[in-house]
């Protein structure tokens, strides 16, 4: 989606180029338009807004002991009770904020890092290229569980640590797209108008080549998400984590240490397992809208398939007959 301009556009100041807001933010017109994805966003929506009015919804604060642990659903405890005596909606409720936090949080930090990063080697290249594909490498080669385990292990357990920590181990296959793209960019028309007309390097970068990389940026945060979300659930599952945060993982971690699976307690597993999965679920739709945005031919082929069930053929119930000819 490069932002191609003509030769008489090429020869205006590039201060006095109006902004297309249509054509930068086409991207999320046919996000909006792809039927999965708009499922997927509403979804997200809906666990947001769960996430803020947590107050209001399950008011009380943080779920403390209430009643017997391991009681089934009914009553005032709509989902039950889990193995610390806590209600367990109240506890699914809270927990989206932390889980959501801790998704959202790792997904924006990582992005941040491999725009910056990627961006800064495809556009200079030579040896900051060299030096920054070194390093976009070396984290890709390292075996992501057992540095998340060490790293949540020796430092302290906040949920800033917990975003520092997936971040840090989760943005450099971003950066090496980013970057590839950005080496396509660089050769585009605009950008020697841009280096023509006197601008400075990172002016170029951040004003002309990353308003084209929205699409591609955007990706890249809904698949950190769903990998924050998910590596945060492992790591509290674990016990990795500071146990007295309420998150959708914790919750696992309490329902396994109960024997929760053992005693079919259903009810204090199954609500988180099930809202986790729905996240996920949801941000992959999500991304499915991001795919036609990053290639085209999907997109087209969509279009094609809409208009074909639109179409409505003529049907004939008259047989066909071939008229003889007689010999003369």
Do not use: C
């Not at 086409?26 to 999965?36: C, F, K, N, T, V």
């Not at 089934?72 to 005596?85: R, T, Y």
């Not at 991304?287 to 945005?293: A, F, P, V």
Request: charged share 15%; aromatic share 12%.
């Amino acid at each position: 989606m490069a932002q191609e301009i003509n030769a008489s556009e090429m020869a205006k100041p590039l201060k006095s180029r109006k902004f297309d807001f249509k054509q930068q933010f086409q991207w999320a017109y046919i996000l909006i338009r792809h039927p999965q994805a708009r499922i997927g966003l509403i979804i997200i929506f809906l666990l947001i807004l769960m996430a803020v009015f947590a107050p209001i919804i399950a008011p009380g604060g943080k779920p403390v002991y209430v009643d017997t642990p391991n009681l089934p659903p009914g009553g005032s405890h709509i989902l039950g009770v889990d193995p610390l005596g806590r209600d367990e909606f109240a506890l699914v409720v809270w927990g989206a904020r932390i889980s959501l936090e801790i998704g959202f949080g790792t997904g924006v930090l990582a992005l941040l890092v491999a725009t910056i990063l990627g961006m800064i080697a495809g556009y200079f290249g030579g040896y900051i290229d060299n030096i920054l594909t070194l390093l976009f490498n070396l984290f890709l080669v390292i075996p992501g569980l057992p540095m998340l385990i060490l790293l949540a292990a020796y430092m302290k357990q906040t949920t800033s640590t917990v975003i520092f920590t997936l971040a840090f181990t989760g943005w450099a296959f971003w950066a090496r797209i980013i970057r590839a793209q950005t080496l396509s960019l660089r050769e585009k028309d605009f950008v020697a108008a841009s280096i023509v007309a006197g601008e400075n390097h990172f002016v170029i970068i951040f004003r002309q080549i990353l308003p084209n990389m929205i699409n591609i940026i955007v990706g890249g945060i809904i698949g950190s998400t769903i990998y924050g979300i998910a590596a945060s659930t492992a790591l509290a599952f674990l016990g990795l984590t500071n146990m007295e945060d309420i998150s959708w993982g914790t919750n696992l971690f309490w329902a396994q240490n109960g024997n929760s699976l053992l005693l079919g307690a259903w009810w204090v597993f199954v609500p988180s397992g099930f809202l986790l999965a729905l996240a996920a679920l949801a941000l992959t739709w999500v991304n499915y809208g991001m795919d036609e945005i990053t290639n085209p031919r999907l997109r087209s082929e969509r279009e094609l398939r809409r208009v074909i069930r639109h179409i409505q053929f003529k049907t004939s119930r008259a047989t066909p007959v071939l008229r003889r000819e007689h010999s003369k």
